[in-house]
């Protein structure tokens, strides 16, 4: 086979095994050719055997498993064993008829998933905390931390405490399991998928109006924009190169670069989200949605409500509520807020820095719940919405500077540079001259991330209703415009290390 390839494309043997081969330093993503290519042959069969059920489900799941091997290497084994522990504890549970046993065994399955993950993320910042409080010594162990790792255990997770609550049917068997875990669309950075809404998907015949083909088309082409061209470019050419040394720039090119962070982050992370809601379209599947232009927000509440849409959800309904949410009293409910989203900060990362985000925005929400209890804002004022808009988009901006920092201090010098900054017209004009390109992306993406509801309905609704070979036009134009514009390195998507 490999000879056949060799001499009919003039591809040596070393290309096509580096298909199929793991190489950290290039992973599996979304926006690659290599990923295209695969996706087309797997997509190609899949259709052509729709109607054979069980053969789908062990088709995708393969597929999926190698998916996972492109992009995270021998911790598919990780996965694999992550399914199989987590369907038998389920099924155990599901089967006795104590409720004490059953709280039990759920008890066991999420301490378990949540042992694995404090080892893979947290040990090593365990030991280096341990060592800066008591002076010790201890070593920091050699541990990669799985791409994609927190994504499948809060899935299992949700799925055995929907089984615990009687809100879940269970998976029919592993195999369908293990399909639901490791569904490749998905897998690797979200959208958090609940079992009770996938599952009953996969126990249907697949269909596919042309309605929601050209939409998954959309959305792919939407992704592709967002991650390829507006995120990788202005990180690459303005972003990274400011916050690895902030003190050789000036306050107004600092600030910028908050800015762009605060843009390249949405890109990167709603453009992957929009792919894998796309591509599972495809293939039949409806995921959530977990964007929902959140620099829009009125109010940091607000602002969870559109980003990430999905973990905002598993946190209030597995850590929120049962925290008490707001129900034994209004102190509680700040403290629950408060918690809730410091936990969520720590999920995103074993860094203090991360700590200090959730910190912050979950004292935003407390806050902001004690503030509308004294006041009362009017809905429609104008100039009301204008400055909460403000006011919300710069305190989510702030809350970026930490997350991409390197680490306190490096934040510190951003925002003290920041604070530095004063009024030069023409020194600004320089600037902008001299990174034309970059600010030219960071308006435009700006510019469409505000614009109305509406007229981006309109501009999706225009493409849906194209003829086949306009839509052939616009994809083929937006695949070069990121085959122009792509670097030279792959950029992994920022998600990938949550």
Known sequence: MLTYLESYF??????IRSWFEYDPSNPLLFSTSLFLGFFLIFYLVYILTKKYAHFRTVYVFLFSIFFYYKAGGVYFILLILSALINYILSEVMDLSPKKSIRKSILTITVVLNLLVLAYYKYTNFFIDNLNDLFHGNFQLQHIILPVGISFFTFQAISYSIDLYRRELKPAKNVLDFAFYLSFFPQLVAGPIVRAKEFLP???????LSKKEAGLALFLIITGLIKKSVISDYISLNFVDRIFDSPLSYTPFETLMAAYG???QIYCDFSGYSDMAIGIALLMGFKLPENFRTPYKSLSVTEFWRRWHITLSRWLRDYLYIPLGGNRKGKFRTYINLFLTMLIGGLWHGA???YIAWGALHGGALAVERLFRQFVKLPEKNILVNLFCGLLTFHFVAFCWIFFRAADFGVARTVIENITRLEYNPEAW????QAYRN???LIFAGF???FTPKRLSDMVEMCFLKLPYIGRAIIVGGVFWLVYATASSSTQPFIYFQF
């Not at 998907?201 to 697949?206: A, G, H, L, N």
């Not at 004009?429 to 902008?432: N, S």
Request: charged share 10%.
């Open 351 to 353: 860094a203090w820095k």
């Open 201 to 207: 998907q996969m126990y249907q015949e697949i269909s």
């Open 438 to 440: 970059v600010f030219i």
């Open 429 to 432: 004009l320089t600037v902008i």
């Open 10 to 15: 003039s591809l040596s043997s070393d290309q």
């Open 447 to 449: 510019i469409l991330h």
């Open 261 to 263: 962070y605060t843009l």
